[in-house]
Nanobody
């Protein structure tokens, strides 16, 4: 069982930046696919970024060029650097993980992920 602990959300003005963190606790395997989702009130939870098993990344078009996913393997921590934030980026952000190898640039969707963080709120004001 993997426990995901997130941090780093907050309130920021449009154009600002935040760095979200997600630490995977109690994971001892070698294959872990990790992604970032967000869910705004009244909307579906959508996948926005993923760190593939080979270290490559994949992004949804809504965040590509502004958000960057990375990982510190020594700390088992996934990061999401969010830059040039927009009001429409306001949402609860979730970290997700699955015990499988993932590749490619397309979004996989929430069904393939087994473990979820508690979420961290990002609020962007104009």
């Amino acid at each position: 069982q993997v426990q995901l602990v997130e941090s780093g959300g907050g309130s920021v003005q449009a154009g600002g930046s935040l760095r979200l963190s997600c630490t995977a606790l109690r994971y001892t395997g070698s294959n872990l696919c990790m992604g970032w989702f967000r869910q705004a009130p009244g909307k579906e939870r959508e996948e926005i970024a993923r760190l593939n098993s080979d270290g490559s990344t994949a992004y949804d078009s809504s965040v590509k060029g502004r958000f960057t996913a990375s990982k510190d393997n020594a700390k088992n921590t996934l990061y999401l650097q969010t830059n040039r934030l927009k009001v429409e980026d306001s949402a609860m952000y979730y970290c997700a993980a699955g015990s499988f190898r993932c590749t490619g640039t397309g979004m996989l969707g929430r069904a393939v992920y087994h473990f979820w963080g508690q979420g961290t709120q990002v609020t962007v004001s104009s």
